[in-house]
């Protein structure tokens, strides 16, 4: 029955590529409109499906074809997956939703057909992903998720800028399969099957390389620091709905990958699980830190979620560390801090991508410096993403911080427990972890205030108008889905048979309810009610101007010159004068410029060595003949040589 | 949910709300003793409060929403951070009532709208101030954090009801980590209050203003919500730090005896570290902003020393 009802769904989102695509590639809204109701009835069956096996339904396995004993396209639903499909299906419905009205104000006429296609074809290949039952059908969909993902970042490939997002995007993306595939392949010749089994212990060398290329094939594409660097340059270029389906649910693709051939493939050693901590630390913090600098409003969404998939990592960092050494209590208590939290960021970052996608909308830049005011103008959309802010700054009662509490629970009642080594490890990683959360709430101050609050800083800004109301449902859906998930946390858990030390979000909410009604009904019982409205206090200035208010780049200076050794700011200045004691100023040039270390110091000299590297082996192709026969000529001599030798 | 715990709820939050003004008086006189001045009354805050609550409240122009809901916001979040941190009596711990992690949150959701209503009148003071605030609480948090670790270390609980009932029966821990972490979370206190030498609450200068600056905006019972609960804040963090080192008189059954003697208790406790605090913001000068972090690296150091001496111990 479920089988039939998943299959179904396929078949439907299936359906929703090829109509737009192939058979009415006219520029229609009825035909988008159509593929996109089979994005929103597709993922609300696949929900369907998936709460079902999370609530302990029996797991859904069949194979689809097979050409050949070893390879086959089978598929398996278990709970990891279902949890997983689950994230798919709540992201996409409501991205589809909005979609339908976003997609229309974009230019490009029929090319949108293809967009929305894509968009289908996309979901199909990460629910495919998702539900392999071995590597060879796993890295296909991997491959066909890759490859249409790329056709939605070039969306609006005229743009020089969106051309250059792509094809680093591409490149990465391509790097990020080649691991994968190197892994699997390593796996295959380990084991000698494709199929998604335990590989035995203890780890053998090639065990190992396997795990390495996994894991550098899943940071890539999770965005991972050193290799996040598609992130900020993708998501400003692609349209607001394609950023949420690729922060919100591409990246968690990156983690159920991770945590599968973690779980079910490998048994890990006690250094896996440090260097999946380390490097989840490290995004987190360095994220979130290059989020606090960046003005591009998608592109601090981007940073963000770097940010956000270190957290993630660090828990099954600690999921590892925790099943290796034996408290196997703790290590579920991580994971289910790193799913839940996968689940939480899918909602609230693709809330924050499609209402930051309507405020770029209503003022036609990104550029938060140029906006402001807009909470008066737009009250629903600026609604929306304080949720999503106050969601993403894990503040209670919300869903960020009750996944990330599960992670905190984890570390403090672990730390008394662990050896004296990983207690300092542990330590670390906390106050690591302690920093990130609250310079993420510093961020999404700096971000809504901006965006939002005081006066407009541009004529755009000021003559902005809220949204339609289907780019008002989608992500209307995704907030109150992130309100409902952080104040039932406890009470989910426990439906789904987890018993974790949760504190009850939901006596908190309430108890904060009946403090503010209590102090609301103090307040209109015994205090004044007058109220006036009147200027800002300015200290005597004729009237208030919106150049002089608190920018972003000021809201973050103090935190900037903190973090200066992180940021390597190069500062410039140079002066030329008229008379030799340098008295009478000419001219000079000053120039402050934010050096992109991970760039300078780790791509650039990649690429350097990869460019220089095919100039030596191109001098070997002149294109003159008589080269190419001397070629043959030695090798076949040398290959004589070779036989006669041996 | 048992009738006890409703009643302790009651309790706690008629007792934080009448004795938080008292101690921020007090801090304010013990000042004005030290620079020689008569200084205002020990009950000047609620004369304040009172007469705040008749005054009209005056919005700006370009205020949204956050303006108007943030004073209720902030109140109730500090409110149910009250009920984190008993004052006179510790019940049985309901529903993660108590967690640290959480009441740590609690405080941040409150600093989350009082940073943007900051920034919601277009005022550069308030701005300022945010921008400040956010960061010097961010870059306090890995402190904070690591001496609340140290406290579970130590009391092998994330509950602070659990906490204080421990040191209620058992009375104080060891001597080094008694001081180390007295140390650390009276740092903690000092920064999160928005005191000397990190801010000072007294002046309304550009230069020096962090907490004043972001709530300078604000008007008649908004104030008096704004002050209030800043308030509150100051007496649940020293109420953490006394009820953990100076446990004694801490009622853990309910008998109106008992109780009234913890109250007696924990004024007298509140008054003598009332007191300590007025001295030591005398006796040092506001900070440049950008010395700050020293100072926390300082409470960082403190608290990892608590842990290591327990690791190693």
């Not at chain 1, 206090?537 to 002089?548: D, I, L, N």
């Not at chain 1, 791509?603 to 080269?627: H, K, V």
Request: hydrophobic content about 55%; some cysteine.
């Amino acid at each position: 029955m479920y089988t039939e009802l998943f299959l179904l769904a396929v078949t439907i989102l299936t359906a929703g590529f090829f109509i737009p695509v192939v058979l009415c590639n006219r520029d229609l809204r009825i035909v988008r409109t159509l593929a996109l109701s089979c994005t929103i009835l597709s993922s609300v069956i696949l929900g369907l499906v998936s709460v079902v096996i999370l609530l302990g339904g029996d797991p859904i396995a069949f194979t689809a074809s097979q050409p050949f004993a070893e390879f086959s396209l089978s598929f398996v639903i278990d709970r990891l997956a279902a949890f997983f499909l689950l994230i798919i299906a709540a992201v996409s419905a409501c991205v589809a939703l909005y979609a339908t009205e976003y997609y229309e104000h974009l230019g490009g006429g029929s090319r949108r057909n293809l967009l929305t296609g894509c968009t289908n074809l996309f979901i199909l290949a990460m629910v495919l992903v998702v539900a392999s039952a071995n590597t060879i059908s796993f890295f296909f969909f991997w491959e066909l998720m890759a490859a249409s993902s790329f056709i939605l970042v070039m969306y609006e490939y005229d743009n020089p800028e969106t051309r250059k997002a792509g094809i680093f995007y591409f490149i990465m993306t391509q790097l990020s399969t080649l691991f994968v595939l190197f892994g699997i392949l390593a796996l295959a010749v380990q084991t000698g099957s494709f199929s998604l089994a335990a590989a035995g212990s203890p780890a053998t060398p090639l065990i190992i390389v396997a795990f390495l290329s996994l894991f550098i094939g899943f940071s890539i594409k999770g965005g991972i620091i050193p290799f996040h660097k598609w992130l900020p340059y993708a998501h400003p270029a692609s349209p607001s709905p394609v950023s949420a389906l690729m922060s919100g649910v591409m990246l968690k693709i990156a983690v159920y990958g991770l945590v599968r051939f973690l779980m079910d493939v490998f048994s890990p050693d006690l250094w896996w699980g440090i260097t999946i901590l380390l490097f989840g630390s490290l995004s987190a913090v360095l994220g979130v830190i290059y989020a606090l600098k960046e003005h591009d409003l998608k592109g601090m969404l981007a940073y963000s979620s770097i940010e956000n998939i270190g957290i993630i990592f660090m828990g099954i960092g600690l999921y590892v560390i925790f099943s290796v050494t034996g408290f196997s209590v703790y290590a579920t208590l991580s994971l289910l801090g790193a799913l839940f939290h996968s689940l939480n960021h899918a909602l609230f970052k693709s809330l924050l991508f499609l209402s930051a996608g309507s405020v770029v909308h209503a003022t036609h830049t990104r550029d938060i410096e140029h906006m402001g005011g807009l909470a008066r103008r737009m009250p629903w959309t600026s609604a929306l993403f304080f949720t999503g802010s106050v969601a993403i700054a894990a503040l209670p009662p919300l869903n960020g911080f009750a996944s990330e509490i599960l992670i905190y629970i984890a570390i403090f009642s672990s730390i008394t427990e662990v050896d004296s080594l990983l207690k300092v490890l542990l330590l670390v990683c906390l106050a690591l972890f302690a920093l990130t959360s609250a310079l993420s709430a510093a961020c999404f101050v700096k971000a809504f205030g901006s965006v939002f609050l005081a006066l407009p800083r541009s004529a755009e800004s000021a003559g902005a108008t809220e949204v339609s109301r289907a780019m008002l449902a989608g992500p209307g859906i995704l907030a109150l889905a992130c309100i409902f998930l952080g104040l039932c946390a406890y009470q989910l858990f426990l439906l789904a048979g987890f018993s974790v030390p949760l504190p009850d979000m939901f006596l908190v909410g309430f108890l904060l309810l009946v403090m503010a009604t209590l102090i609301a009904i103090f307040l209109y019982l015994f205090a004044s009610r007058a109220e006036r409205t009147s200027e800002t206090w300015g200290c005597g200035t004729h009237f208030q101007q919106a150049s002089a208010e608190y920018t972003g780049h000021g809201f973050s200076e103090p935190l900037d010159i903190i973090f200066s050794s992180i940021y390597r700011t190069r500062i410039k200045n140079e002066r030329v004068f008229f008379d030799k004691k340098n008295c009478i100023f000419k001219e000079g040039t000053a120039e402050i410029r934010l050096m992109k270390v991970f760039e300078e110091y780790l791509y650039l000299p990649l690429a350097r060595f990869g460019l220089r590297l095919s100039t030596i082996i191109s001098r070997f192709q002149n294109g003159c003949l008589d080269t190419y026969l001397l070629y043959v000529f030695v090798t076949v001599i040398l290959v004589f040589l070779f036989l006669g030798w041996f | 949910m048992t009738f006890d715990f409703i009643l302790y709820l009651a309790i706690n939050t008629i007792v934080v709300l009448a004795t938080a003004p008292l101690f921020i008086s007090l801090i304010k006189k013990v000042k004005a003793w030290t620079q020689g001045r008569q200084g205002p009354s020990v009950f000047q805050t609620y004369y304040t409060i009172v007469k705040l609550l008749k005054k009209e409240v005056i919005y700006a122009h370009p205020s949204s929403r956050i303006m108007r809901f943030t004073p209720l916001v902030n109140m109730a979040a500090i409110l149910v951070a009250a009920l984190f941190v008993p004052l006179v009596f510790v019940p049985e711990p309901v529903g993660g009532i108590g967690n640290i992690i959480l009441f740590l949150y609690l405080l941040a959701l409150a600093k989350f709208f009082m940073a943007l209503a900051g920034l919601d009148a277009g005022s550069s003071f308030g701005g300022m101030g945010s921008s400040r605030e956010m960061s010097i609480s961010a870059i306090i948090e890995p402190t904070t954090i690591i001496v609340f670790a140290a406290l579970a270390f130590v009391f092998k609980t994330l509950n602070i009801f659990d906490m204080f009932a421990f040191s209620a029966a058992n009375g104080t821990v060891t001597t080094p980590i008694l001081i180390l972490t007295g140390i650390s979370l009276f740092i903690i206190l000092i920064v999160e209050t928005s005191r000397i030498p990190v801010d000072n609450p007294e002046t309304h200068l550009e230069l020096t203003m962090i907490h004043e600056g972001m709530i300078l905006e604000q008007s008649g019972r908004n104030l008096a919500l704004m002050e209030l609960s800043a308030a509150i804040k100051l007496t649940l963090l020293m109420a953490l730090l006394v009820n953990l080192i100076m446990p004694f008189g801490l009622a853990t059954t309910l008998t109106l005896a008992g109780l009234l003697i913890a109250t007696v208790f924990f004024i007298l406790k509140g008054v003598v570290l009332s007191g300590i605090i007025g001295l030591f913001e005398s006796s040092m000068t506001k900070m440049r902003f950008f010395q700050l972090p020293s100072l926390f690296a300082m409470a960082f150091f403190f608290s990892t020393l608590i842990i290591i001496i327990e690791v190693f111990a």
